[in-house]
């Protein structure tokens, strides 16, 4: 990279499949990992920096959340502003399956950033809210390790709890 | 398939109301060890708090009604485990989803309305005769719930206040004698505001030849006496009301029914840190400015729910900085009293941290995870 054309500093990320992925410096900042790394190595920016456990799927869908967001922020922070932030986020959420749910999260969590797990938590929490047991097991890939005595009697310490759960059907 | 480790399997389910968290005991044995956690109740507790969610509104007439302060359009009875004999009872504090209740003949208990648990405390049988004020809140350093009676004996003319206050704990569940308030000229007339690890009243004191208001403070984990200093009034002629709001203790100036000013003690025990948050008058209400109480911020931290003359809700905005709306909704009870209590996980069971046998290895997972990240920190 030479001095003339870095106008805007690019950084290489490269996922798990070892698919790479070119951003600005400002978009690689927001990822708590690859900051602190640049914290302890400022002059390590040529190699592409590995996630090692981050799917390319998850890593793009993760660079759009940080160019969103950036934009947004770089507009002021009125509440409309604010408004069309949670908009992008309530649609984002939605258009991930149970499972890209949970692996968005691993990945959160690996590259430390926080605003982003915060979302995403809260959008499980909203997602699981109101369902039965046997669905939040499922979610989470839980085995049931009560008999069915001993579950019998826990769901009798509260059994008002069970009352007006979504039923079931996926 | 992916899964989740346990630290973001206790952040997801902190954020979610007491029944579900109830209902998802059956999820697993290390799911209901999770959420019968104390640390775990705290880090669900401190979520409710910072985020202003899981609030509960409880209307009082003969009997209690409530709703989520979120959702407001359903009201529902609250079944309170106290013989009410007709008479309903009365409310005398709210902390960190418990609630400390009395009837008529002063049976007294301590109940979590979320999780439909609760405790007898013993009487002190009636006082006949006797003026007497309590207070309820907890005890940070033996992380206890303390309900405090300060009984009026009589008054020496001219001189203070003889009285007697007791208190009686969750943990110990006996009442026992404490040193009594210093000095005190007129008795509290409410009960004990709790905010910061302690109860606080407004008392007169003789001043040289005069009487001034005074916020004393209980610190419940001492058990000491101290005087919190009050705000700069420009004018002192009101009459002086404590309340808390976000945590925070809170002095209600009420000038004649006219104008009523709220301050917020940002930072507890700092002077400077007084900040009037709003006025209101007289003419922004419908009826009588009287008896301004503050009770919860709005999810969003911008607006104010304010109960007034005991039976009116009003919303106030702080951007705006006016009065919004009052709450009216059809079907929702009139009350004389209103409270404001958090929908927690927070156990009456003082011998918690025992388990039995099969359950011992999953609790020594957990604690060894959950020491690392949600320990409460003192």
Sequence with gaps: MSAATAKTKKIVLRADDNHEFEVDEAIAMEFGTVRTFFEDNPDATEEPIPLLNVSSKCLSTIIEYCKSHLAFRARDSSSSVEDEAKAYDVELVKALDNESLKEMILAANYLNMKDLLDMLNQAVADRIKNKSVEYVRRFFGIENDYSPEEEAEVRAQNEWAFEGVDPDDD | ???????????????????????????????????????????????????????????????????????????????????????????????????????????????????????????????????????????????????????????????????????????????????????????????????????????????????????????????????????????????????????????????????????????????????????????????????????????????????????NLFWYDLKKKKKVNDVRVPGMPLSDETEICLQSLVSLDVNRRQHNGEDNKDIKKMDDFLSEGFKLVL
């Design chain 2, 1 to 311: 398939m992916a899964n989740l480790p346990l630290d973001s399997i206790a952040d997801i389910l902190s954020r979610l109301p007491v029944r579900h968290l109830l209902r998802f005991r059956c999820v697993s044995k290390l799911w209901r060890s999770l959420i019968d956690d104390p640390d775990f109740i705290q880090l669900h507790l401190r979520h409710s708090l910072k985020s202003h969610t899981n609030q509960t509104l409880i209307l009082k007439n003969s009997e209690l009604h409530a709703a989520n302060l979120a959702c407001l359009g359903l009201f529902a009875k609250l079944e309170h485990p106290l013989m009410s004999y007709h008479q309903g009872i009365k409310i005398l504090g709210s902390c960190n989803g418990l609630l400390c209740i009395r009837n008529i003949v002063e049976d007294l208990a301590i109940w979590n309305p979320s999780t439909r648990k609760h405790q007898i405390l013993p009487s002190l049988g009636s006082c006949n005769g006797y003026v007497y004020v309590y207070g309820f809140g907890h005890d940070p350093i033996t992380d206890d719930y303390k309900l405090v009676k300060i009984i009026q004996l009589g008054r020496v003319d001219g001189k203070a206040l003889d009285s007697e206050v007791k208190v009686c704990s969750l943990k110990r569940n006996r009442w026992r004698r404490i040193q009594d308030i210093p000095c005190i000229f007129s008795f509290p007339g409410a009960n004990g505001v709790f905010a910061n690890g302690a109860l606080h009243w407004v008392l007169t004191q003789k001043v040289q030849l005069s009487e001034e208001n005074v916020i004393v403070a209980l610190d419940l984990g001492s058990e000491n006496y101290r005087e919190v200093p009050q705000p700069e009034y420009k004018d002192k002629r009101f009459q002086l009301n404590v309340g808390v709001l976000g945590g925070c203790l809170c002095a209600i100036a009420n000038y004649g029914d006219v104008q009523v000013d709220l301050w917020a003690m940002k930072e507890y025990g700092v002077k400077e840190s007084w900040t009037r948050l709003f006025s209101v008058a007289s003419e922004d209400v419908i009826g009588f400015l009287r008896f301004v109480k503050p009770l919860a911020y709005s999810r969003s931290g911008d607006q104010i729910l304010l109960e007034y003359d005991n039976i």
